[in-house]
């Protein structure tokens, strides 16, 4: 069955960098629209950044576009979130997301907390 595991969050001071990866089974990336989505606390959920199957990227804020970078290693089946010049306003829990034959599945996220 489709599975999406996260991971690579923690704490981390203000300017400071993480990567996030997220490892698919059940499927293969390449066949799949992929996305990361944040939830920070008492917020929605709000998309970060897709890489779709033909490669195109999306960001959805100019706040986080200079400073996140999506990406896949197919061979790996993993999609990745380079995090760089990390804000407080950027705690959130991070979620995965496949969107695969109309239907879209969910990874159990991974908390990014990023405070001095």
């Known amino acids: 069955q489709v599975q999406l595991v996260e991971s690579g969050g923690g704490l981390v001071q203000p300017g400071g960098s993480l990567r996030l990866s997220c490892a698919a089974s059940?499927?293969?990336?390449?066949?799949?629209?992929m996305s990361w989505y944040r939830q920070p606390p008492g917020k929605e959920r709000e998309l970060v950044a897709e890489?779709?199957?033909?490669?195109?990227?999306?960001n959805n804020a100019d706040s986080m576009k200079d400073r996140f970078t999506i990406s896949r290693d197919n061979a790996r089946n993993t999609v990745y979130l380079q995090m760089n010049s990390l804000k407080r306003e950027d705690t959130a829990m991070y979620y995965c997301?496949?969107?695969?034959?109309?239907?879209?599945?969910w990874g159990q996220g991974t908390q990014v907390t990023v405070s001095s």
């Open positions: 890489i779709t199957t033909s490669g195109s990227i999306t």
């Open positions: 059940g499927f293969t990336i390449s066949n799949a629209a």
């Open positions: 997301k496949a969107r695969l034959l109309l239907r879209s599945y």
